[in-house]
């Protein structure tokens, strides 16, 4: 995978791209690669007019639209028995 830095970038975007983030529960990393991959693989300019949507884009709409996150919430923890009791003289020291 490549790596770029983008510099000189308007306090006004990154303080959207953070926000954005921040409500999808991802880094302002992840969001910003999500929006770069997602605007060239949509055929919005004429240079990926052509270009199909790659299959993680394809998945990450499909999972969108099911409800994303919504549908998968952990439930939480139950302790299936009582833990075992050490007391006792077996188990003094």
Do not use: C, H
């Amino acid at each position: 995978m490549a790596t770029i830095t983008i510099r000189n970038l308007p306090e006004e975007t990154k303080r959207r791209l953070r926000m954005r983030a921040a409500e999808n529960g991802r880094s302002m990393e992840q969001e910003a690669r999500l929006a770069l991959v997602q605007n060239l693989m949509s055929g919005n300019n004429s240079s990926t007019a052509t270009a199909k949507k790659s299959w993680v884009i394809e998945i990450m709409d499909i999972y969108r639209q099911a409800g994303g996150n919504d549908e998968m919430q952990i439930p939480p923890r139950q302790i299936a028995e009582p833990p075992p009791d050490f007391s006792g003289p077996d188990f003094d020291p």
